[in-house]
T-cell receptor, first 113, second 114 residues
Framework: NAGVTQTPKFQVLKTGQSMTLQCAQDMNHNSMYWYRQDPGMGLRLIYYSASEGTTDKGEVPNGYNVSRLNKREFSLRLESAAPSQTSVYFC????????????FGSGTRLTVV | DQQVKQNSPSLSVQEGRISILNCDYTNSMFDYFLWYKKYPAEGPTFLISISSIKDKNEDGRFTVFLNKSAKHLSLHIVPSQPGDSAVYFCAAGTTNFGNEKLTFGTGTRLTIIP
């Protein structure tokens, strides 16, 4: 099935460890996004990429880096994980029109202990 | 500063009745609005949208109303069904080219009581 694939689905890290969350889409979308979901905070944008080769900060970028490897793949890296980064992470992609036609992945539940 | 607000964290509605979910926004640059539905352990899925040039958009049991002067939108579900139990996120964005990112609200958990 076409869509957005995220790996891994679950991860437990120790404080200070690093990891990369992977995201790939097969819908030929230009734009890709990383959001985090926390209780009472909704979905907050971490980074986004409007096209291959470009990335921009969102609302909560501190502690994260991203790579738009090609049109299909957009990875999120935590260089030194902190307990405050415990969250559910969603990757999404979208077409340019109509606006906001996001397709989300199923999420990665990350716990930092 | 929360630009998109959903002030009701939860809502319970009897099956068959109308569910009304509300959303307020503060940024007057927003010119299109969307509702997403999220089941546990799944990503959000697009439900319905509305452009600021309209005040109503219908899709089956789902209707979104937009009141630009009040900076308020609502989602009506009629009749409500058990499968509608989920978290609903309101989202807003602008149609400026190259600025497709959305701002989401905090979500409302809807429970349909059989």
């Amino acid at each position: 099935n076409a869509g957005v694939t995220q790996t891994p689905k679950f991860q437990v890290l120790k404080t200070g460890q690093s990891m990369t969350l992977q995201c790939a889409q097969d819908m030929n979308h230009n734009s890709m996004y990383w959001y985090r979901q926390d209780p009472g905070m909704g979905l907050r944008l971490i980074y986004y990429s409007a096209s291959e080769g470009t990335t921009d900060k969102g609302e909560v970028p501190n502690g994260y880096n991203v790579s738009r490897l090609n049109k299909r793949e957009f990875s999120l890296r935590l260089e030194s994980a902190a307990p405050s980064q415990t969250s559910v992470y969603f990757c999404a992609s979208s077409v340019d029109a109509p606006p906001g036609s996001y397709t989300f992945g199923s999420g990665t539940r990350l716990t930092v202990v | 500063d929360q630009q998109v607000k959903q002030n009701s964290p939860s809502l319970s509605v009897q099956e068959g009745r109308i569910s009304i979910l509300n959303c307020d926004y503060t940024n007057s640059m927003f010119d299109y609005f969307l509702w997403y539905k999220k089941y546990p352990a799944e990503g959000p899925t697009f439900l319905i949208s509305i452009s600021s040039i309209k005040d109503k958009n219908e899709d089956g049991r789902f209707t979104v109303f937009l009141n630009k002067s009040a900076k308020h939108l609502s989602l009506h579900i009629v009749p409500s069904q058990p499968g509608d139990s989920a978290v609903y996120f309101c989202a807003a964005g602008t149609t400026n080219f190259g600025n497709e990112k959305l701002t989401f609200g905090t979500g409302t958990r809807l429970t349909i009581i059989p």
